[in-house]
């Protein structure tokens, strides 16, 4: 499965990555190899989690300048694996950067929130152990209950069991267009596989928008995710944080705020408050 699906860019496998040359040194900067710096995480993180590496994504932008990868490594929570985002460039659009998060691994999406972000770096000497620093300070993280990566694992599963149908989820797709999660390309993208999607959940419903965001630039597939996990974990946090209370169901004229359901019929609410969400047509 494709990690970026945008002009421009490709999938690589480690050898081809391992291949690319890297710029002169410019100034007092550092110029970090994409493999070498996806070798050190990924060791660093076997290390830590005594688990091997079980499968990983990777893909290059601007000539081979600007990558990003996705290490899945197994994890204790069912069908989800633990995901390690790595983002590099050698053009200096952006920051390295590192992040904690899930893999979905029935269907291949990733989510990663704000608080998984755990370094972001400019390319100076000091980098790796910096580096060492997070990625041990990542793993601490998850060993609590509590902290966002772990909740976020935890809940992927979870997110199965709230059923949501089709012509409800072309609605919250399009309120995530809308609220700026999705952009008009990613947003067709995402309403497609929805359509073409046998899983009608949440999960699912996060599976086509997150399809969705491959129509996007290497370096801000990370951001993206993040404010798509983000906003989406708005409308439901009682699925997608684990919170109680209340939820927000979406309509034409704003949001209904209701108390925690005791069913797993997102639908229902759906009917009962408000009319069936149709996206509006474009003029």
């Given at each position: 499965m494709l990690v970026l699906d945008t002009k421009g860019s490709r999938d690589v496998t480690r050898e081809e990555l391992q291949a690319l040359e890297s710029p002169a040194k410019d100034g007092r900067s550092i110029v970090v190899p994409h493999a070498k710096?996806?070798?050190?995480?990924?060791?660093?993180?076997?290390?830590?989690?005594?688990?091997?590496?079980?499968?990983?994504?990777?893909?290059?932008?601007?000539?081979?300048r600007r990558f990003f990868g996705v290490l899945t490594f197994p994890f204790e929570v069912g069908d989800v694996g633990l995901a390690v985002a790595v983002r590099n460039s050698h053009d200096q659009r952006t920051s390295l950067a590192l992040a904690f998060g899930a893999e979905d691994l029935l269907r291949g999406t990733v989510a990663f929130?704000?608080?998984?972000?755990?370094?972001q770096h400019r390319h100076t000497?000091?980098?790796?152990?910096?580096?060492?620093e997070a990625?041990?300070?990542?793993?601490?993280?998850?060993?609590?209950?509590?902290?966002?990566?772990?909740?976020?694992?935890?809940?992927?599963?979870a997110m199965g069991g709230w059923v949501i149908t089709e012509t409800p989820g072309h609605g919250v797709l399009y309120h995530l267009r809308r609220d700026g999660a999705l952009q008009a390309a990613q947003h067709k993208k995402a309403a497609e596989h929805w359509e073409s999607l046998g899983d009608r959940s949440l999960r699912g419903l996060y599976s086509a928008a997150a399809h969705g965001l491959k129509r996007g630039p290497a370096d801000e597939q990370l951001e993206s995710l993040i404010t798509l996990w983000e906003t989406l974990a708005g409308y439901f946090p009682f699925a997608?944080?684990?919170?109680?209370?209340?939820?927000?169901v979406l309509g034409k004229e704003g949001t209904t705020s209701l108390k925690a359901?005791?069913?797993?019929?997102?639908?229902?609410?759906?009917?009962?408050?408000?009319?069936?969400?149709?996206?509006?047509?474009?003029?």
């Open positions: 710096l996806l070798d050190y995480v990924r060791e660093r993180v076997e290390h830590e989690t005594f688990f091997p590496l079980s499968h990983e994504r990777l893909a290059i932008a601007a000539g081979g929130t704000r608080d998984g972000v755990i370094c000497p000091n980098l790796w152990s910096s580096l060492t990625i041990h300070a990542g793993m601490d993280a998850l060993t609590s209950l509590d902290s966002p990566a772990r909740r976020l694992l935890s809940r992927f599963p997608m944080c684990g919170e109680q209370g209340s939820f927000l359901p005791a069913i797993t019929e997102l639908e229902d609410y759906y009917e009962s408050v408000v009319p069936r969400i149709r996206p509006e047509k474009q003029g």
